[in-house]
């Protein structure tokens, strides 16, 4: 059966780095070295462009939608070093706010949960992280983690605004009490978790099971189940899945999902988490997802360029 | 290779900027050199990037190196060098070359060896470890001493390896010498803030972006060039194909949940219950026979509406015991009289007490006689062991019953083994919890049901002695891991149920202990069976709802959305909430938070929404906007904010507006402000997460506070200090981007 239901032709004159879909699935942002950053509608089959985004002066590498509480709002990275959040007013897409404080190509951005407000969370090749929060009126305010990952920060990933296992226990009527914390990898081969205390960022966790550079992260959503999970992938072709069961967030282990044969560039969970799409050098992508025995386990693959589908059969996840 | 690159870097130790550039050139050479090389017996189409940063640079190589290996690169080198100095001498731009620090624009020289450094340290955290400011040998990797150099052994065995990157680059500077690149990319084009310093770019080769969306994509960037003429795709996929045939979505698949939609008939519920039974117990096994008798006692509570009386289920715990245990006394009869029985067994003998020597046979007659005679001599205990060795029944209970209570039960149970049965129902006739339930879910006490069918069958007497037995039994069954056997036993006594997280609860989800892993408990199944059971209790009494069971729905409606079916999963979303908000929604504000989120990125996946005018299909659902007010209440209520607790407050605004203020605390999560009912003046708004509403709360709580939750009417007579003035109403709004006022929802008064 063809899984496609729509193909986008974006125009991008270059390649595509990112494409991200809006909290509801209705539009879809793209970015790409060409410079510019496009938004297309793509309700019902359609591919309608919105916004072609100039501003950028290099190779735009990610984009990320906020939550539509703060109305459409679109933030982007790119290799010259800057960060521009755009924004949709009176149906027209505009430039916001650029920020231009990294010594060097940013290459992630991540929105916190709309939980804490308007925060961004910016990566770069110059090792630091940068979180610009929205103060009103316009204003963002600063604070950068510098040296966070030695020679470059590759990805950084937002922890959802819940209290691991707070769904599932009896219900106190107390506020839960969320602490900020966000996932970060890079080119010390090193994942790393922050945690805001007292309103300062500090390094809470040094996860260390990679031996090449990080090349993504990705803290699954959850609804409140108990365990805190991590994905990591790297150019040294593991994926890992970190998970941490107690409720302080101290003790992360990790598990290795696949040791892939190319670099694994990217990993993205599901909406609920529920699975973990996994792409690589070899421009496949795989879904996995994890059994009641918490054995993970490949359950598609999506074949290179072909957008045909395979089910997986018990001989090649034994092959993988 | 290794000693050009050693070389390289000692001449870049001596420190003289032109050395320097020398050895970075050499460096880089050698380097493309390689791959030049390299790269012909490669695959022949090596992705060629366009962004080209290090374009220039290996230009430039290019061009110090002379001609080495290069001379074909050479002349689209020096038009661009050209034009890069060009640009370079306009004194604002920064040109992209090893020679000169990128931001700074200054030449190379010691103090900025370190930008150069840092850049060839950034195609690989192998190539230099050495501290800012100083130019050192290369260094030899932290990987064990001896062995050669990773990046060597990187090239060699031909893995890809982020120090493979740098020859991404050089190879692309060798093939983009041409018009290609100067179009694509220049550095001087943009003419304002200029590029960043020579890091590898993030991606040099094409790659598969992927994400999820909520209304159940799969979307896959194609890794296509562009500049090569391929097209630059996405592609959407469905998930609900792409994940068609795995078993997690039949699963999900072949449930009719929620089981709340006016088109299901209860038919399908029953016709699920049978399918479990056949596909997944297996019959062989006792826990596989507990778990089918779960699945029969839904159809059986789905057939009669939700209600049941106990001989109703003792018939279903029966009706597949193919063959009738015999229970054998495993024990000589113990004689709590502590009778000398022995003596009595011997026919033959002579009898001591009356000198006779009994008849082996013995008639009805005599034997009556011989009772009657010992009671002469007012032996009763021996007189009724002797009537019930000789069924002589009515009267040794007739006897007994004259006796002392212990021995009239006695009469009943010494004559049945431990485990029949019939031992538990007189048992618990004679006021105690049968020994079975302390005992059942051990193998030698057999099977478990005929006992629970007879104490669910004679509930007579002592009802409370009757439930205490049952949950007994049921506890030892858990004890022994009989999960399925134990929960039967706990509906039965009408336990309810508790949190998973409460390991005193004696049950979370139907059939599934909630002692195990979490994932292991919450499977799907477990899932669908408990929903199947709440369906039956609303068929019996609508409405009644299973509060703490409402989570593991969410839990379901994300693996529905997760697995390609997120119209399916709404529909949970709506169920949950219709529940929640029949009781009261800040009992579980976890799961009302989670719901909420939940069903935002949901819902225009609800197929209702394509018969709908567009303009209406931005409007949410009621129960949604509902369900998010209550949300925001309790954020309020429970926020250690600036107000105390009853913020709650009327404020009289200079134009005579009765307000009310909901101030939201130093965390602002927002505050809405609307009129009275009499008022059309509706004033909705946002204060995202910023800390400007603390402000004036502070300046107002002194006066604020003193006013109760409860005064919200108008025509209350406020202290005049209450008044919001014009310049703070003013701030309030000043204070509020207009374009999110959409986004908020109304408070209830």
């Known amino acids: ?320 | 290779m290794a000693q050009n690159l050693h070389r390289a870097w000692v001449q870049a130790e001596r420190g003289d900027a032109d050395v320097v550039r020398a050895a970075g050139t050499s460096f880089l050479l050698h380097f493309w050199a390689e791959e030049k090389g390299r790269q012909e017996r490669r695959k022949g189409a090596v992705g060629k990037c366009a962004q080209g940063f290090l374009r220039p640079l290996t230009c430039q190589a290019n061009l110090e190196a002379n001609g080495v290996r290069a001379a074909n690169c050479l002349a689209p080198c020096f038009a661009f060098f050209n034009s890069t100095t060009a640009c370079c001498s306009g004194g604002q731009h920064e040109i992209l070359v090893p020679s000169l620090d990128v931001r700074q624009g200054e030449p190379y020289s010691k103090s900025s060896a370190y930008r150069d450094q840092h850049y060839h340290r950034g195609y690989h955290p192998n190539l230099a470890t050495s501290p800012p400011g100083q130019v050192h040998v290369f260094s030899p990797p932290r990987h064990a001493a001896g062995q050669p150099s990773l990046l060597l052994q990187y090239r060699e065995s031909g893995l890809s390896s982020s120090g493979y990157e740098l020859s991404q680059y050089i190879r692309d500077g060798a093939d983009h010498c041409d018009t290609a690149f100067s179009e694509s990319w220049s550095p001087a084009q943009g003419g304002g803030p200029s590029v960043s310093g020579l890091v590898p770019p993030k991606f040099s080769l094409p790659h598969r972006a992927v994400c999820f969306g909520a209304g159940g994509q799969l979307v896959l960037v194609c890794p296509h060039s562009p500049a090569e003429g391929q097209r630059p795709l996405v592609e959407l996929h469905s998930l609900e194909v792409i994940l068609h045939g795995t078993k997690e979505q039949e699963e999900l698949q072949a449930f009719p949940g929620p089981l709340a939609r006016e088109d299901l008939h209860k038919v399908d519920v029953m016709t699920f219950c049978q399918q479990k039974i056949a596909t997944s117990c297996d019959l062989s096994t006792q826990r596989g026979r507990d778990s089918a008798l779960l699945w029969k006692l839904l159809v059986l509570l789905c057939r009669q509406n939700g209600s049941m009386v106990g001989s109703d289920v003792a018939e279903l715990l029966m009706q597949d015991r193919r063959h009738q245990e015999k229970y054998k006394r495993q024990n000589p009869m113990e004689n709590p009289t502590r009778l000398a029985e022995d003596e009595w067994r011997q026919p033959g003998t002579l009898d001591l007490i009356t000198g006779e020597v009994p008849p082996v046979v013995e008639t009805q007659a005599q034997i009556v006689e011989k009772f009657t005679k010992l009671l002469y001599y007012g032996r009763k205990k021996d007189a009724l062991l002797w009537a019930m060795r000789n069924q002589l029944w009515g009267h040794a209970l007739f006897l007994s019953s004259k006796m002392d209570p212990r021995t009239y039960s006695w009469v009943f149970t010494s004559t049945l083994a431990t485990n029949d049965p019939l031992q538990t129902l007189f048992q618990l006739m004679s006021g105690r919890i049968p020994q079975v339930a302390q005992s059942c879910g051990d193998a030698k006490w057999g099977d478990w049901r005929p006992h629970l069918a007879v104490l669910l069958s004679n509930k007579v007497g002592d009802m409370e002695l009757n439930h205490r037995a049952i949950i007994t039994m049921g506890d030892s069954l858990a004890g022994r891991g009989a999960v399925e056997a134990a929960h039967f036993c706990y509906l039965m006594a009408d336990i309810p149920f508790g949190y998973f997280g409460v390991k005193a609860d004696r049950m979370a989800l139907l059939g599934s202990s909630h002692r195990q892993a979490f994932a292991q408990f919450a499977s799907t199944e477990a899932i669908q069976r408990m929903e199947i059971f709440e369906y039956c209790q609303q068929l019996r009494q609508p409405k009644s709802f299973l509060l703490p069971f409402q989570v593991y729905k969410l839990l379901y409606a994300s693996r529905l959305a997760d697995h390609g079916l997120p119209a399916q999963a709404l529909t949970y979303c709506e169920h949950i909430a219709t529940v929640l908000l029949g009781q009261d929604p800040a009992s579980h504000p976890v799961l009302a938070q989670q719901l909420v989120k939940l069903a935002e990125r949901l819902k225009l996946c609800d197929p209702l929404l394509l018969e709908m005018p567009e303009q209406d299909q931005a409007l949410e659902p009621e129960w949604l906007l509902q369900l998010r007010a209550h949300c925001q209440h309790w954020e309020v209520r429970s926020s250690p904010g600036v107000l105390p607790v009853s913020s709650l407050v009327v404020v009289l605004c200079p134009s005579g507006f009765p307000f009310c203020l909901l101030a939201m605390g130093h965390r602002a999560m927002g505050v809405s402000v609307w009129g009275s009912p009499l008022t059309e003046l509706v004033l909705c708004f946002t204060l995202a997460a910023r800390c400007p509403w603390a402000l004036p709360c502070a300046t107002l709580s002194s006066s604020l506070s003193r006013l109760s939750s409860g005064s919200l009417q108008a025509e209350d007579n406020l202290p005049p200090e209450v008044a919001l003035t014009q310049p703070e109403l003013s701030w309030v709004a000043a204070s509020t981007p207009g374009t999110e006022g959409e986004q908020d929802q109304r408070l209830p008064a």
């Open chain 1, 1 to 320: 059966m063809v899984s496609v239901i729509n193909t986008v032709d974006t125009s991008h004159e270059d390649m595509i780095h990112d494409a991200q879909m809006d909290y509801y699935g209705t539009r879809l942002a793209t970015c790409s070295s060409d410079r510019s950053v496009k938004i297309f509608d793509v309700r019902n089959g359609g591919q309608i462009l919105i916004a072609d985004l100039r501003g950028h002066e290099g190779p735009v590498w990610q984009v990320a939608w906020a939550h539509p509480m703060y109305g459409n709002i679109l933030a982007s990275c790119s290799y010259d070093r800057k960060v521009i959040i755009w924004k949709e007013e009176n149906g027209t897409w505009e430039k916001t706010y650029e920020y231009t404080g990294h010594d060097s190509s940013v290459n992630s951005v991540c929105w916190a949960p709309h939980d804490y407000g308007l925060i961004l969370a910016c990566g770069s090749s110059d090792g630091a992280i940068s979180l610009l929060s929205y103060t009103g009126d316009g204003q963002w305010e600063v604070k950068k983690i510098s040296n966070a990952h030695t020679i470059g920060c590759n990805a950084v990933s937002w922890a959802p605004a819940v209290v691991p296992g707070s769904l599932i226990e009896q219900p106190s009527g107390q506020k839960p009490n969320y602490i900020k914390r966000f996932a970060s990898g890079g080119c010390d081969n090193l994942v790393k978790i922050w945690k805001e205390e007292d309103g300062q960022w500090k390094e809470e966790q040094k996860l260390e099971a990679h031996s090449d550079w990080v090349r993504d992260v990705a803290w699954a959503p959850s609804i409140g189940l108990p365990t805190s999970t991590i994905a990591s992938c790297s150019q040294d072709g593991r994926v890992f899945i970190w998970t941490c069961d107690d409720a302080s967030g101290n003790s992360w282990s990790p598990k290795l999902l696949h040791k892939f044969n190319d670099v694994v560039w990217h990993v993205s969970w599901s909406i609920t988490a529920n699975i973990l799409a996994v792409s690589g050098g070899d421009n496949k992508v795989t879904l996995w997802k994890e059994s009641v025995d918490g054995l993970w386990a490949c359950i598609s693959d999506v074949n290179k360029g072909q957008g045909g589908v395979s089910a997986v059969t018990e001989g090649q996840q034994n092959e993988q």
